[in-house]
């Protein structure tokens, strides 16, 4: 049953273009499975497609030019990477349920076909890896597109993509933010012992026994909240001072929002953004839980928030802009098989809502533009390009964490003041 599931996740992310993590998020809800079984269908799904290319380099071999439907190269992509990856399953126990699972949804001549395909991989075993070039056999080694090996080549090298593609293909740490609105780092590890302290931010906390933070009773009663370290740098880094008034113009799920809060104290105000109206409801969720007062969060388009205030009005503004995502593959994996022409057009779009953010700033104002790619195009060019534009714009800090540097999320900030 549990590998049924992955399947049908699976499919759902390659043919649908679905997300895993909401997939899975709502499997699990809907299913009284045991937390073993949970955590078993979570690395089914993110291990396979984490190792799709590599996993479907193998595959062509055994198919030999044949094309499988999607449901079957699923459950073929499935069975590999069990038996190259989990190799503490027996490979007799992988075939027989691979067969199981043909027969019940496809029948018999589907069943067969399954068999004679991984029975054919247990006796050929994997096959070399023949590439034309470096960046071709890091693609499929590592299952990072071409396209994205040759962009992460150009803009850091070679030994560091290798170091940035291997930290993709790691299982993230389960971290979470201390509500210091509640009480602090030092008295929440003394009371609970399954958390440590995290790496670089000075409110992280690491949750070290596993499963679903969002199922322990210290996130319901708002003691913490689930966030990774390097975006908890960003709250920070702009650092806004109590009774100050903040502007966070892409705010959804509201994580850097509510830690913005804790940092002013629950004072001031906070006017919080996002363009999709169904995620306003998880803002303000995330706060109510959190004890948290100052946030006032509107569904809007951020790149018309000038018709909404006058100019100058807000003493500190967070832009964490919409982006690639190419920080956060560990923890989406899908993210890196999106189209490379979607990451081109959200340029325009972050140029302008950097622009609306400098129209909105006070003199004197801090700006803190971040985003979860490590894509320099949206990143330094990125700000190097507004600075030409704006010569009164001072950058104060500038940081990018690669995935691999604090076993936390590639994250981009830039800290600026008008």
């Known amino acids: 049953m549990i590998r049924e599931q992955a399947i049908s996740i699976l499919v759902k992310v390659q043919v649908h273009r679905g997300y895993a993590n909401l997939l899975l998020d709502d499997v ?18 993110y291990g396979t497609i984490q190792h799709q290319i590599y996993l479907d380099y193998q595959l062509s071999f055994l198919l030999k030019q044949k094309k499988a439907k ?16 989990l190799t503490k399953i027996p490979n007799y126990a992988i075939i027989n349920e691979a067969v199981e699972i043909a027969k019940r949804k496809r029948g018999i001549p589907t069943s067969k076909f399954i068999n004679a395909v991984l029975r054919n991989f247990i006796k050929v075993g994997p096959q070399e890896i023949i590439a034309s070039s470096k ?10 597109p071409l396209w994205l090996i040759k962009l992460l080549f150009k803009q850091y090298g070679e030994e560091e993509t290798k ?17 210091t609105l509640v009480c602090s780092r030092e008295t929440f590890l003394e009371n609970y012992p399954n958390f440590k302290a995290g790496n670089i931010s000075k409110d992280a906390l690491i949750y070290q026994k596993g499963g679903n933070l969002a199922t322990l009773e210290v996130y319901k009663e708002g003691k913490i909240t689930i966030q990774d370290e390097s975006s908890q740098l960003v709250a920070h880094l702009l650092h806004p001072t109590e009774h100050s008034y903040v502007l966070d113009m892409c705010s959804a799920p509201g994580n850097k929002t509510t830690h913005l809060s804790q940092i002013m104290q629950n004072t001031g105000r906070i006017d919080a953004y996002d363009i999709h109206a169904s995620k306003i409801a998880t803002i303000e969720q995330n706060a109510k839980r959190l004890h948290i007062t100052n946030i006032h969060a509107f569904a809007f388009d951020s790149t018309k928030l000038i018709s909404n205030y006058d100019l ?10 919409p982006c690639s995502g190419l920080g956060v593959i560990a923890r989406k994996p899908e993210i890196k098989y999106h189209d490379s022409a979607m990451m081109d057009s959200l340029i325009p ?4 809502l950097l622009e609306v953010a400098y129209q909105l700033l006070k003199k004197g104002g801090q700006l803190v533009y971040s985003t979860c790619t ?17 010569q009164d714009m001072r950058k104060e800090f500038e940081q990018t ?18």
Not at 349 to 352: A, F, N, P
Not at 401 to 418: A, N, R, T, W
């Open 28 to 45: 699990i809800k809907k299913n009284n499975y045991s937390e073993n079984d949970n955590a078993l269908l979570t690395k089914l799904v």
């Open 70 to 85: 999607p449901f079957e190269k699923q459950l073929l992509l499935i069975s590999l990477y069990q038996f190259i990856y």
């Open 135 to 144: 960046e071709q056999y890091l693609s499929i080694k590592s299952s990072h």
């Open 163 to 179: 170091k940035i593609t291997e930290a993709n293909l790691q299982v993230p740490n389960l971290t979470a933010r201390v509500n």
């Open 312 to 321: 100058e009005t807000f003493d500190y503004i967070l832009l964490d802009a």
């Open 349 to 352: 779009l972050q140029k302008e």
């Open 374 to 390: 490590i894509n320099k195009k949206e990143n330094e060019n990125q700000i190097t390009n507004f600075l030409k534009n704006h």
């Open 401 to 418: 964490i690669l995935p691999y540097m604090y076993q936390s999320d590639g994250f981009y900030m830039c800290k600026l003041v008008k």
